[in-house]
């Protein structure tokens, strides 16, 4: 077996501790060569990754469903163009940091947060993951409960009562949510491999028929002619705001792509699986919803084939389930890399991470029961877009400017020699999140410019600035002439 140097700070050459951090899918360690997956085998993790109904969700807020404001085919078209493209690249240069350390983003933040300080983003990071894996859930009981109706007429909970203008939860959908929500925990407990083994044999299916259903519900709308006549009537939403949607709707999913790169044998791969999600899955899923909302009026093209007969109905929702499944058991599986090192960093050793995809999941799980997707999704995704990419700028900047030539700090060995808190990644950090938030809620930036990629270049700006003025350049000065 290959052994790292770095883990536990109690457990350099520990045997025990290493076969127990394989166990746990390398929690608190560094990935060995000889551990990294086939490249085959990580794209369709990607493709199944992100094969999630936002991207249907966000296609059809383009096109003005909930509201009457939309875009254009050829805005909406450089809207997806632009955000995809910013994901693309902003997930690769993260996924090269995850490749070249073999380091989760738990670990990585100790370098621009400290061993402490990591706990702020990894917190934001496992309520971000939280929160995706319960709606995501919630939309697998939502479209169980359409298929199968009500033939027990009891019903759970009357949003209403709530001030939710949206339909009854059922029992039929509660339980459905539940049983689900359990069969993506206990994949998520297995690991990298079984989320391979999902993504690999579903993943082409779903693609295939998310396109092809985009292509139907076109022609039987009257074909491309009559669908641009009724999608150039759009107008209000700005290119600005479409990018932000889009951007806020995977930017969780971006940063967790370090949590999924560290497996990957070399750079070919991490550009791959980016590409796969951000140029392949991601706008096929943005335009299939496009297309939905203006031919259909809804974005949900499953809803379209519920009602059109049983056959389509049955593949319908067998899509749904099987879609989000490639995507949910990632949101937990990352959701204990965060976790497990938050633990870890306040003194709880010998962490079981499937014990933690247990319980995060069995809660995720009933909070999606009672209706958390239906009453806060459209919310959760725009607080997102504004406050998430802040996060990994000091990770992004510290290795690719402020130690592009220097590469000692993240040499084996240091991970345990941070110091508690590093002043200057939590900084930038706090500062961006703020700024993110204002521009999305309070200020409106020139020419509708994405608040969360403001705040993100922002936070990037900010940590070169200020990481001499802080105690963390004599730190990292010390830590690296041991190292040396």
Not at 286 to 306: E, H, K, R
Not at 454 to 478: L, N
């Amino acid at each position: 077996m290959e052994k790292n140097n770095i883990g536990n700070k109690n457990s350099f050459n520990d045997e025990d501790f290493i076969l127990q951090d394989e166990k746990n899918d390398f929690m608190l360690s560094s990935v060995p060569s000889s551990k990294r997956r086939s490249t085959f085998a990580q794209i369709w993790v990607w493709v199944g990754f992100g094969y999630v109904v936002t991207g249907l969700f966000v296609g059809g807020v383009l096109a003005g469903h909930g509201n009457n404001n939309g875009l254009k085919p050829a805005q909406a078209a450089l809207a997806i163009a632009l955000a995809m493209g910013f994901l693309f690249i902003f997930t690769g240069f993260l996924g090269i940091i995850a490749q070249r350390t073999g380091l989760n983003l738990s670990l990585l933040s100790r370098y621009t947060y400290g061993s402490k300080g990591m706990i702020l983003p990894m917190g934001a990071m496992a309520l971000m993951t939280l929160g995706w894996f319960s709606n995501i859930t919630g939309m697998v009981g939502d479209i169980w409960g359409q298929f199968l109706g009500n033939p027990s007429g009891i019903l759970i909970i009357d949003p209403t009562k709530l001030g939710y203008d949206i339909d009854f939860i059922t029992l039929e959908a509660f339980l459905a949510t539940v049983i689900w929500g359990l069969v993506f925990t206990y994949t998520a407990a297995k690991g990298i491999k079984a989320i391979e083994k999902v993504s690999s044999y579903l993943g082409w299916i779903i693609l295939i028929i998310a396109g092809g259903m985009g292509y139907v519900m076109l022609q039987q709308s009257g074909g491309v002619y009559h669908f641009l006549l009724l999608a150039n009537q759009k107008s209000g939403l700005s290119v600005g705001s479409g990018i932000t949607v889009l951007v806020g709707s995977w930017i969780a999913g971006a940063v967790m792509g370090v949590d999924l790169f560290r497996f990957n044998k070399n750079l070919t791969a991490v550009w791959l699986g980016s590409a796969a999600c951000f140029l392949i899955t991601n706008p096929i899923l943005n335009i299939t919803g496009y297309i939905s909302a203006v031919s259909y009026g809804d974005y949900n093209f499953v809803s379209w084939m519920l009602i059109q007969s049983f056959m389509l109905a049955i593949l319908g929702v067998f899509t749904w389930t099987v879609s989000l499944w490639t995507t949910n058991q990632s949101e937990l599986y990352c959701n204990s890399l965060y976790l497990g090192p938050i633990f870890d960093a306040l003194g709880k050793k010998r962490i079981i991470r499937s014990k933690i995809v247990y319980i995060v999941g069995i809660f995720g799980t009933l909070i999606a029961a009672l209706g958390v997707y239906q009453m806060f999704f459209s919310d959760f995704i725009n607080i997102l877009g504004a406050i998430g990419p802040p996060l990994a700028s000091p990770i992004l900047a510290d290795y690719f400017v402020v130690y592009r030539k220097d590469k000692r700090k993240y040499a084996q060995g240091t991970l345990n020699a941070h110091p508690e808190y590093r002043w200057s990644g939590i900084i930038s950090f706090i500062v961006g999140g703020l700024l993110g938030y204002i521009f999305q809620y309070h200020m409106t930036l020139p020419y509708d410019f994405p608040s969360g990629v403001a705040a993100s270049a922002i936070a990037f700006i900010i940590y070169i600035g200020i990481y001499k003025m802080t105690p963390d350049y004599k730190d990292d000065k010390t830590i690296m002439e041991k190292v040396a």
